[in-house]
């Protein structure tokens, strides 16, 4: 196996000199990965791409890029395509010439700039508007011409700041299913910044889901989703129902869980917990069964404190486990009959399909 692109060796960083908003960070990308930095507001993930872009320099550690270390080459020689949000055209130069100029402060002669330029304007659909102006395209528009821009000059790795937060759902889904298009196509190595989970499931090869500047967790999506690897992950990731509960037996990888009211569950160990320590039951909405359907391990009554109406599924809110924010999805295909505030309803889940885990640090 080839060496990674990238890697990220006991990197830290540090703004003020004591606290440190990056904290020993160490991970790899391989050639021609797609992997998403996600998290909150201030996790760390933003400062990270920053470092590997060249913008802020590590307090500690080291970045190496292509078998090279970054901590002394500077932005504009690093070979890195960048997006941000903010799109960054220049107002005054046709849609062209922006992607011209990088080439040619390159030194790359006029004839194979014009070819790159109009190569990476049809990558992106945008092949006709060559000579508009930036302030003449929409934000979709825009958006690929800056993308485009990141890729003209052909680099080993393009990284993303957010690049689709300005536009609208319906574009930014769109432009989501383009993007990874664009990434199989060329086999470029993208690192891509953001804070909307469902962006990231739909796009990576693997996501490393930030919170207080450590990567809890690194894994292909599907894992992330289905096998969170602590309580935060778990909890930030989709919608997932948190029951507050005590190991009160296990058996090698599952165990008991008793709730709050008293009720046991069957789940499986997320994490070591020992018999007695406090943990936390993590359930996606989607496995509770409901109904006629409402078979499994774990099967129990709840009563219904609210219907909330989605179109494609009607979201209850239940009391159950010592909590009144216990959801479940009701499909057109459950088969249940009219349902009401203060019913009381059958539900059941496999423990195959819930975790315990433990819970979050303060």
Same mark, same amino acid.
Request: hydrophobic fraction near 40%; proline fraction near 5%; include cysteine.
């Given at each position: 196996m080839s060496e990674p692109l990238i890697v990220f060796d006991k990197v830290t960083k540090s703004y003020d000199g004591a606290t440190q908003v990056v904290k020993s960070l160490d991970f790899a990308v391989e050639r021609g990965e797609f992997v998403t930095l996600l998290g909150p507001s201030g996790s760390g993930k933003t400062t990270t791409l920053m470092m590997l872009a060249g913008f802020e320099d590590p307090s500690g550690g080291t970045i190496t890029f292509d078998g090279r270390p970054l901590n002394n080459v500077p932005a504009h020689r690093r070979g890195i395509g960048v997006v941000f949000q903010n799109y960054a055209l220049f107002p005054h130069m046709s849609v062209a010439a922006n992607l011209s100029f990088p080439l040619e402060m390159q030194g790359v002669g006029r004839a194979e700039r014009e070819e790159r $330029?109009?190569? %990476? #304007?049809?990558?992106?659909? @945008?092949?006709? #508007?060559?000579?508009?102006?930036? %302030?003449? @395209? =929409?934000?979709?528009?825009?958006?690929? $011409?800056?993308?485009?821009?990141? #890729? $003209?000059?052909?680099?080993?790795l393009v990284l993303m700041d957010e690049p689709l937060g300005a536009l609208d759902k319906q574009l930014r889904e769109h432009m989501q299913i383009e993007i990874k298009h664009i990434h199989e196509k060329l086999g470029v190595t993208v690192v891509y $910044?953001?804070?909307?989970?469902?962006? %990231? @499931?739909?796009? =990576?090869d693997r996501v490393a889901v930030f919170h207080h500047g450590r990567i809890q967790q690194l894994a292909p999506p599907a894992e992330i989703y289905e096998k969170p690897a602590n309580a935060f992950v778990a909890s930030f990731i989709g919608?997932?129902?948190r029951l507050d509960g005590v190991v009160a037996a296990r058996d090698g990888a599952s165990c008991l869980l008793r709730l709050a009211d008293g009720g046991e569950v069957r789940a499986q160990i997320g994490e070591d917990l020992p018999v007695g320590a406090q943990a936390v039951l993590a359930l996606r909405p989607e496995k509770v069964l409901i109904g006629s359907e409402a078979q499994g391990e774990n099967r129990f009554e709840a009563e219904i404190e609210e219907l909330i109406y989605f179109g494609d599924h009607t979201r209850l809110r239940l009391s159950f486990g010592g909590s009144d924010d216990f959801s479940a999805r009701l499909t057109f295909k459950d088969g249940l009959g009219p349902l009401k505030k203060g019913d009381r309803i059958p539900v059941a889940w496999s423990?195959?399909?819930? @975790? %315990? #885990?433990?819970?979050?640090?303060s």
């Open positions: $330029v109009r190569g %990476a #304007l049809d990558m992106v659909k @945008l092949d006709h #508007l060559g000579d508009r102006r930036p %302030a003449q @395209l =929409s934000g979709g528009q825009q958006q690929r $011409v800056a993308l485009a821009r990141a #890729l $003209v000059f052909r680099p080993k $910044v953001t804070h909307d989970q469902g962006e %990231a @499931l739909t796009m =990576s919608e997932n129902n423990a195959a399909n819930c @975790l %315990a #885990l433990k819970p979050e640090e």
